[in-house]
């Protein structure tokens, strides 16, 4: 059984509390205050990040952001990693990734499964760039 990886845009308050208490992570993320924006990868955030790696953007979902201490599967993204990202995956078509796709033969229901999350990926780290926000990404 694979891990799921979601990302959620916080404020800055809101990162700072849970950077304080992880345990009350989704205390924080589920307050009706909250940003809506959710980028849930489902297992997709393994093959995607593989993608990104090989099509040369330096994205790694995996490495990228800080784990927050006291956590095992937490981690915070900086306003400007959020920026940075969002530029990246902007400025990078799937097709792009699509060309570094290694199984053979090619399945389309993959394809479309990678593109279907690259689309939510590329969209959530757009809105919360736009908003100048932190997110912290949760693995599980």
Partial sequence: MGTIVSFKRVSDAQLA??????????????????????GYLDKAWSDLSELLMSSGTQIDLGADGELIDGSEDLFSWSPALVQRTAEKLRDTP???LAAHYENEPVDEDDL???HEY????????????????AAVMSMG
């Fill in 17 to 38: 509390k849970i950077i304080a208490d992880p345990d009350n992570y989704w205390e924080v993320v589920d307050d009706p205050d909250s940003a809506e924006t959710d």
């Fill in 94 to 96: 799937f097709a792009t």
């Fill in 112 to 114: 479309d499964y990678l």
């Fill in 118 to 133: 690259y689309e939510v990926l590329v969209k959530f780290f757009g809105s919360a760039a736009a908003a100048g926000t």
